[in-house]
């Protein structure tokens, strides 16, 4: 199997959601409203699955389909931007800094960085590369 951009970008972004993930169960906000825990918990839980099995059929040779990818890309991108904006909005907002702050912080702006990869995956993906 070829190393491509798109091969490179996918293993960008399973890096970041593997580390979010791992920010997240450190800085998890038990006193936020459920649709930020919903939307949270569940994109960074559930894009570390579908990722890993995009990641794994490419190294298998059995990448799924473009549309497919763009599908979970566009939507990955839409979920990481919104639970990025809404960490970043719960942890500007608490009166408590330190390293739970800063791990909530970096955890909104990682979010938001992976969300324009995906974006960035989506544009590869059209364009076909």
Do not use: C, Q
Not at 18 to 26: C, D, P, S
Not at 64 to 88: E, H, K, P
């Amino acid at each position: 199997m070829a190393i491509t951009k798109i091969t490179m970008i996918k293993f960008v972004e399973i890096a970041l959601t593997i580390i979010i993930f791992a920010l997240h169960y450190n800085s998890f906000p038990s006193t936020a409203d459920i649709s930020h825990s919903m939307i949270t918990t569940g994109t960074y839980v559930g894009y570390v699955i579908v990722l890993l099995g995009i990641f794994i059929g490419l190294f298998t040779g059995t990448p799924i389909s473009a549309r497919l990818d763009m599908f979970y890309v566009l939507i990955g991108a839409a979920l990481y931007i919104t639970a990025g904006v809404m960490s970043y909005n719960y942890f500007s907002g608490s009166l408590v800094k330190g390293s739970y702050h800063n791990t909530g912080m970096t955890k909104a702006w990682l979010s938001i960085l992976n969300g324009i990869i995906f974006v960035v995956d989506a544009a590869f993906t059209y364009r076909g590369e």
